[in-house]
């Protein structure tokens, strides 16, 4: 070795005592990407699947989702992959978590519509004929898309919903009514498959639930448009079964005029009544 070279040498071993943890890094970064990145992919899969089954309706606001334990065996997943999903849902405002109380489904998709709306309709009485013209038009075209579009899964859902109506009906049970009705609208609002018209449906409900009840207690006191109502449920329950298109728009829209006329109806008889026990007051 000559006497020349060793500088060389030396420059080039302090070169590379000095590049040598970059280097180390650099792999090590790759190496930690390659382990991590499963994770990071099974954690979006998992997020996927849960906003999909809240937009599908599977899961709505208020569920309590299964535990980490049981998600990860439901996806195949470590239960890291289901703390990273959770969290991310979480951020997302569509999770929340409660000590002790689980993690639940938010209402984040339908809370900025209805709040809003609940107000407004209660104080501004001339928005009712507009919210229940919205019903007419979202209630017959789910109506059509649930004939075209229902699965047998679908259908083994609104059979049971209709069941159960039709039961509370027949026994002029009132609460049970309500409860179940707005269940058969819903079904037919999810078997429309319009993640859309699903979410609206159960929105326009939550917004009008009050003119709802009022009205099937007014009907309740009236055999014949109990009755009515009742016989309305089952053509449409029978035109979607059947796959009839238009006799299930066409029957959807009957019912929701009627009902709209009913309420409107109610309202005009309350003003007179209050109207007439002023007169009688005065006198």
């Given amino acids: 070795?000559?006497?020349?070279?060793?500088?060389?040498?030396?420059?080039?071993?302090?070169?590379?005592?000095?590049?040598?943890?970059?280097?180390?890094?650099?792999?090590?970064?790759?190496?930690?990407?390659?382990?991590?990145?499963?994770?990071?992919?099974?954690?979006?899969?998992?997020?996927?699947?849960?906003?999909?089954?809240?937009?599908?309706?599977?899961?709505?606001?208020?569920?309590?989702?299964?535990?980490?334990?049981?998600?990860?065996?439901?996806f195949g997943v470590s239960r890291p992959s289901i703390r990273e999903a959770i969290q991310k849902l979480v951020a997302k405002g569509l999770l929340?978590?409660?000590?002790?109380?689980?993690?639940?489904?938010?209402?984040?998709?339908?809370a900025p519509f209805v709040d809003p709306w609940q107000d407004m309709v209660k104080d501004h009485p001339m928005l009712h004929r507009d919210v229940l013209e919205m019903r007419e038009m979202l209630e017959a075209q789910a109506a059509e898309l649930a004939a075209q579009r229902a699965t047998d899964v679908d259908m083994a859902r609104l059979d049971k919903a209709f069941a159960e109506l039709d039961e509370a009906y027949a026994n002029k049970d009132l609460a049970k009514s309500i409860a179940t009705d707005v269940a058969f609208h819903q079904a037919i609002a999810d078997a429309s498959h319009n993640v859309l018209m699903g979410h609206l449906t159960a929105s326009l409900m939550r917004v009008i639930h009050d003119h709802v009840s009022n009205n099937l207690k007014?009907?309740?006191?009236?055999?014949?448009?109990?009755?009515?109502?009742?016989?309305?449920?089952?053509?449409?329950?029978?035109?979607?079964?059947?796959?009839?298109?238009?006799k299930a728009s066409a029957s959807a829209k009957e019912h929701s005029v009627y009902i709209r006329e009913s309420i409107e109806n109610n309202a005009l008889d309350q003003h007179r009544r209050v109207s007439a026990l002023r007169r009688a007051g005065s006198n």
């Avoid at 040598?20 to 930690?32: E, R």
């Avoid at 929340?96 to 339908?110: A, C, M, N, Q």
């Fill in 96 to 110: 929340i978590t409660r000590h002790g109380g689980g993690t639940t489904v938010t209402d984040k998709l339908d």
């Fill in 1 to 74: 070795m000559g006497i020349g070279n060793y500088p060389k040498q030396a420059q080039l071993k302090r070169l590379m005592l000095l590049i040598s943890p970059i280097i180390w890094s650099y792999h090590f970064t790759k190496f930690m990407s390659r382990i991590q990145s499963p994770v990071v992919r099974l954690a979006d899969s998992v997020v996927t699947e849960i906003e999909n089954q809240i937009l599908d309706g599977a899961l709505r606001p208020g569920d309590r989702i299964p535990s980490e334990r049981k998600l990860a065996e439901d």
């Fill in 218 to 246: 007014h009907s309740h006191t009236r055999p014949a448009q109990w009755e009515q109502l009742r016989s309305q449920h089952r053509a449409i329950w029978k035109a979607i079964k059947a796959n009839k298109v238009d």
